[in-house]
């Protein structure tokens, strides 16, 4: 089946991820929907790192031999293409990481050690919404009852939007930072993040933009931003963009992440190192303390290279297309509830949703018997899930390589469900 919007020759595509020409269960074919929990990896990113485990191995910015110097280059040539597939105005903005959520943390943490400009203080405010994925939740709760601030959060209508109608009583002159999701791993929202940035910075606030399920789908320039509603950090993982796991980025406007402190101390964030004091690098390396995740990020520079040649522009319209073509098939199965925006439009590719009368854990394990693999729990979404009143859910997510027949394949996998639990009578 064509769908318009789909990525041309998206069966030739297919054939770059080895991991779906296999079977599961004795042969039946995988059919891979939880891209949202970790996408799968092409052969090019595979092949990539493994190239560079048996030919360049070496450690970066410390062996003065011809391997030391080849890592070397390998890994800051990823830091290269990270800044250009986000759009970064320096590259030595960009900081490695080993995930979003250490991202996060390290963002979080430099700001409750910071003085001068950047303190926050008794009675300061952090903003977030009741979208976020834990890692927007936590660090924040830290930082605000260690400095005595206050934690707010803007509010979701009742189809997954966030309620923006009183952005003025929350981001007020006592607001320091506002933090949240460009798409909710959840709910799939897109948010306004101009609006919200516009708004945080006109009083002064730092912004911090978590783009993990972000980056896999939708173009990011930062540059071409109007400065008034650029993030003042941006942070997302490898493993959700082809990438492998172990490697996340941090970017951070120049300005602000030379008035941070060093998060973690060690090799290679120094300048100089006395018993009585130290002295710290520059940006990016006064972040990347000890041995990076070398090979991690030079896969993730083969993973966004792979995703640039296909264009995120054709990315973005395979996920609007398939994710509406999912929206329609899964709300015409009976009993079945979608959680979020049914607008193809307004959403990412994650769609989460509740099967009258079955648990979302037996709903995963009854699709997964039929070769559909998805995932239930809380997604680490647990105030999202509570303002709809609800435990957990099922969440199925698409990616570049999904096809229409899979999603069929999952909607045939929930009407057996239904027939399994006998919701029928």
């Known amino acids: 089946m064509t769908l318009p919007g789909l990525l041309p020759e998206l069966e030739v595509v297919r054939k770059d991820f080895p991991i779906l020409e296999r079977t599961v269960h004795d042969g039946l074919a995988l059919v891979y929907l939880d891209s949202a929990n970790t996408s799968q990896k092409p052969q090019i990113v595979i092949d990539t790192m493994v190239d560079h485990l048996e030919r360049h191995n070496a450690n970066v910015a410390r062996a003065m031999h011809a391997l030391g110097a080849e890592s070397t280059e390998a890994f800051e040539s990823a830091r290269d293409v990270v800044a250009e597939f986000i759009g970064a105005p320096e590259r030595d903005e960009v900081i490695f990481t080993k995930n979003a959520s250490e991202a996060l943390n390290l963002v979080a943490n430099t700001l409750a050690w910071a003085r001068g400009p950047l303190e926050i203080g008794e009675g300061d405010v952090v903003v977030t919404t009741e979208m976020e994925h834990h890692s927007n939740i936590v660090p924040w709760q830290l930082l605000t009852e260690r400095k005595g601030a206050t934690l707010r959060w803007f509010g979701l209508t009742d189809d997954g939007l966030l309620d923006t109608s009183n952005i003025d009583e929350l981001i ?4 320091r930072v506002v933090t949240l999701t460009w798409v909710s791993n959840m709910l799939g929202t897109i948010n306004p993040v101009a609006e919200i940035a516009r708004r945080a910075h006109s009083v002064g606030a730092l912004v911090v933009l978590d783009a993990s399920q972000a980056a896999p789908q939708l173009p990011i320039d930062l540059a071409a931003m109007a400065p008034e509603e650029r993030p003042d950090f941006l942070v997302f993982t490898g493993h959700k963009t082809v990438g492998p796991t172990g490697i996340g980025v941090l970017w951070g406007r120049r300005e602000v992440l030379e008035q941070l ?58 996920e609007q297309a398939i994710t509406a073509y999912a929206l329609e098939g899964l ?22 949703f509740e099967l009258e009368g079955v648990h979302p854990h037996d709903i995963a394990q009854v699709v997964d018997s039929r070769g559909v693999a998805i995932r239930a729990g809380h997604h680490c979404a647990k105030p999202a899930h509570a303002r709809f009143g609800v435990q957990s859910s099922s969440r199925m997510s698409s990616y570049l390589y999904t096809t229409p027949a899979e999603i069929d394949a999952l909607v045939e996998a929930l009407e057996y469900t239904r027939s399994y639990f006998k919701l029928d009578g």
């Open 172 to 175: 007020t002159e006592r607001t």
């Open 261 to 318: 402190p060093p998060f973690l101390g060690g090799g290679e964030m120094i300048e100089t190192v006395r018993m009585e004091r130290s002295t710290y690098a520059g940006i990016p390396h006064k972040f990347e303390a000890g041995t990076p995740p070398i090979v991690e990020a030079v896969g993730l520079g083969a993973a966004l290279t792979y995703l640039g040649h296909l264009g995120m522009d054709a990315i973005h319209a395979h």
């Open 331 to 352: 709300q015409a199965v009976k009993g079945l509830k979608v959680l979020g925006p049914l607008d193809a439009a307004q959403r990412g590719g994650a769609i989460s």
